[in-house]
């Protein structure tokens, strides 16, 4: 059954990818023409269809990827790789979201010359799942912090906001494919498909590291990545 849901999920991928792109189209150029761009705020909402638009396309990549990794066919392709161009990569990558919900991302790189062995891909992919949940459960005028230091033999990456917390009963589970905290919890009107921390764990592990969380209701969330180092 698992592989079935992946052969859907890769027929479907296409198909989305080239609505987004038509979507793109329209909204960019056939649109503008067809309304009057001053008195309906056309400026202003076109970012948002396309942010919208975009969101589904990378919703079936999430799930295509978890599914990969639930059947064992993720391989990873390591290289050294220096945790400062890490960190720098994901700060260019994010600082956007973190703007546009009103937030502040910082970096606080303890190791900077430090060099391990990843999959550079992969760990953007894990990095950036944990820095979208932050921006979620942080409200405007929130900080979330990007943190690597050297620990024990382990490099911990850690991913740090000042957002509404975990309750305990939820820490473990949070991890589980298709999980999400209760809807009265959630801040962001764009809900996810509840795959993308059992994901960040199942590729953590692949480097032989994991993901852990630490969280209380009102005082924030860490979820840190550690791997060998």
């Not at 690597?148 to 820490?171: K, M, N, S, Y």
Request: aromatic share 6%.
């Amino acid at each position: 059954e698992p592989l079935n849901q992946l052969f859907a999920i890769d027929a479907v991928a296409p198909v989305v990818d080239l609505a987004v792109a038509k979507t793109d189209t329209i909204v960019m150029h056939t649109a503008p023409r067809a309304l009057d761009r001053q008195s309906s705020g056309w400026d202003r909402t076109r970012p948002d269809v396309l942010f919208r638009y975009r969101s589904l396309m990378a919703d079936v990549h999430l799930l295509r990827d978890a599914s990969a990794v639930t059947l064992g066919l993720v391989r990873l392709t390591v290289q050294p790789t220096r945790v400062s161009e890490i960190v720098a990569l994901l700060l260019d990558l994010y600082r956007p979201e973190a703007e546009r919900k009103h937030q502040r991302l910082v970096a606080d790189v303890r190791c900077p010359d430090l060099v391990v062995d990843i999959d550079r891909d992969r760990m953007v992919q894990i990095l950036g799942s944990l820095l979208s949940n932050a921006f979620k459960f942080t409200t405007a005028g929130g900080v979330v912090t990007l943190r690597a230091l050297r620990r024990t033999g382990q490099l911990h990456i850690e991913v740090e906001d000042t957002g509404i917390g975990i309750l305990p009963e939820f820490h473990g589970r949070i991890f589980e494919q298709f999980m999400e905290v209760p809807d009265h919890l959630y801040r962001d009107p764009k809900r996810g498909v509840g795959v993308g921390l059992y994901l960040a764990r199942a590729l953590a592990r692949l480097h032989g590291g994991d993901v852990t969380v630490a969280s209380q209701p009102g005082a924030g969330s860490t979820f840190t990545v550690w791997l060998p180092a």
